[in-house]
């Protein structure tokens, strides 16, 4: 791999980490060093950062929210 490439993932710690753990990626770039966008966009989608995860994760948190406080209602007008 470039050493151009290898700096700049010392930068990156979390995407030196998804490297660690995809080591495809190693042939990758090496194939072409370029690509990293590609990689990138693999990361977030690994590590679940994309858009669509952070909405899924805050709606599961609101739904979360929701049934707490329907259950301390509930307990409450039981009493």
């Known amino acids: 791999m470039r050493s151009e490439i290898m700096e700049y993932l010392e930068g990156q710690k979390e995407l030196k980490e998804f490297i660690r ?5 190693y042939r990758k770039l090496s194939r072409n ?6 990689l990138q966009i693999a990361s977030l989608h690994y590590y679940k950062k ?9 709606s599961n948190s609101v739904q979360m929210a929701s049934m707490m406080l329907n259950m301390f209602q509930s ?5």
């Open 21 to 25: 753990e995809q080591p495809f990626w």
């Open 33 to 38: 060093p370029y690509d990293l966008q590609s």
């Open 50 to 58: 994309t858009i669509p995860h952070k909405v899924e994760k805050f």
């Open 75 to 79: 307990m409450n007008s039981q009493q």
